[in-house]
């Protein structure tokens, strides 16, 4: 099975100024506004949903122990702030 293309940005702004009847300039600027919106958003509640797709949410990642694969030593990973992404029932049945 061939992989998949990948969407790029500037094909991403392209479809959204034909669909919106705009730019690619403005589909850009909106896009980076959308952006950091989301960014802002998940900075100040945690979390933000995106109705129909999924919810991204910040999460506390424990420190823990791991291994170094080269040499099998051990090794502390420390604790990180990660944003998990959880795909809505609805996308999930749109993709079957």
């Known amino acids: 099975?061939?992989?998949?293309?990948?969407?790029?940005?500037?094909?991403?702004?392209?479809?959204?100024?034909?669909?919106?009847?705009?730019?690619?300039?403005?589909a850009g600027e909106m896009y980076d506004s959308f952006v950091a919106l989301i960014y802002g958003e998940i900075k100040r509640a945690g979390e933000v949903a995106f109705p129909g797709l999924g919810k991204m949410v910040k999460k506390q990642r424990a420190a823990r122990m791991g291994r170094n694969p080269a040499t099998g030593a051990t090794i502390k990973i420390p604790a990180r702030t990660v944003l998990k992404f959880g795909v809505s029932k609805a996308a999930k049945e749109a993709l079957l």
């Not at 293309?5 to 705009?22: C, D, F, N, P, Y």
């Open 1 to 26: 099975m061939a992989a998949a293309k990948r969407l790029t940005k500037s094909q991403i702004m392209a479809e959204l100024s034909e669909r919106w009847g705009v730019s690619k300039k403005q």
